[in-house]
């Protein structure tokens, strides 16, 4: 009889239990802490609401001059009352975001329960989702070049069967051919939609099980995060004759490259990137895919722009004290 084991990982397992692996998150707790008290000086006080916050280098405490509220420095941030520092929070944060492990494993590197990882995993998604678009336009860098949009097939978050993802290749009217399907009894499923431009990448999971996908929310955000808008590449489907796009919109039917060069290839390349990587979340609810979906656009910008872990802490602050005001 074998036992149920994960197909990865089992042997780093035991490596980490043996002690193999030391973490030392130190140099990254203290990045955090400073980049923190640098945003505190610049920000009001969640009390008084004056700009008078000083803080110190060897003080956990900050201090509001006109109301003396002293909180700690990690105050109102996914940092705050947590059993892990600052560094580990960020650490475990990486390494869902960024490899594939999943929070299963990553639990037992941190060396602490799933519940308490999990929960600051997600505070921190959430946190960087709000602080990207802020941090993304202080990026030295210049998005051009077409936005190219396309939805993926059927992601199913909670799939118990031993079923693999299934290829199915549609023939005939549509030019769609090798989406992945995954199959099971239970959980809920999503369309993807995904639009890329330039390093840029916006993920946005819709619920539902048709190929009605709205492409316009993600074409918004493209916008948004990279204004103004070019030219808008599709291909042919349905639903995207419905897009409220102007002239700007270049659709073709075929495969691969059009005759006039539209293609969507930097989109389908996206979604065969997040399978692998969305596959380690089963069981997870509507909420939490559609969130990680997004989150993995996010770090793929980051990383296809060649920004460094700095970039995350910041959209993680940033994210913090938004929230908290
Ligand atoms: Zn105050």
């Known amino acids: 009889m074998v036992s149920a084991q994960p197909a990865f990982g089992g042997m780093f397992r035991q490596l980490i239990e ?44 900050i201090w509001c001059r006109d109301c003396n509220f002293k909180p700690v420095y990690t105050y109102g941030t996914p940092f705050h009352e947590k059993h892990l520092s600052g560094g580990e929070v ?10 594939l492990l999943s929070i299963n494993q990553i639990a037992p590197f941190l060396g602490r ?11 921190v998604e959430a946190a960087v989702q709000r602080g990207f678009p802020v941090v993304w336009s202080l990026l030295a860098q210049t998005i051009d070049g077409p936005t190219q949009v396309d939805e993926s097939g059927k992601v199913c978050s909670g799939y118990k069967g031993q079923e693999t993802p299934r290829n199915s290749r549609s023939r005939g009217g549509s030019s769609r051919s090798g989406r992945s399907r995954w199959r099971g009894r239970h959980g809920d499923q999503l369309t993807l939609v995904a639009a890329c431009r330039d390093s840029l990448r ?16 993600v074409i918004q955000e493209a916008e948004d995060l990279s204004q103004p808008l070019g030219e808008v590449w599709t291909d042919g489907l349905q639903a995207y004759r419905e ?48 969130q990680a979906a997004h989150t993995f656009g996010i ?14 802490i910041d959209c993680l602050v940033i994210g913090a004290f938004r929230s908290s005001t």
């Open 202 to 217: 916006v993920i946005r999971g819709q619920l539902g099980i048709d190929y009605s996908g709205d492409l316009e929310p």
């Open 299 to 312: 770090v793929r910008s980051l990383n296809l722009a060649g920004e460094t872990t700095e970039s995350v």
């Open 113 to 123: 329960a799933y519940r308490t990882v999990y929960t600051a995993i997600r505070e």
């Open 18 to 61: 043996l002690g193999v692996v030391e973490i030392d998150t130190e140099p990254l707790d203290a990045r955090i802490e400073r980049r923190l008290k640098e945003f505190w000086e610049n920000t009001s006080c969640p009390r008084c609401g004056h700009q008078s916050i000083v803080t110190w280098d060897a003080l956990d405490r």
């Open 243 to 290: 897009m409220e796009r102007d002239h700007r919109t270049v659709v073709h039917k075929e495969r691969y490259v059009s005759p006039s060069g539209v293609h969507i290839n930097q989109v389908e390349c996206l979604f065969s990137l997040i399978q692998p990587w969305l596959r380690k979340f089963r069981g997870l609810s509507k909420q939490g895919l559609e």
């Open 90 to 99: 960020l650490l475990a944060f990486t390494l869902y975001a960024d490899t």
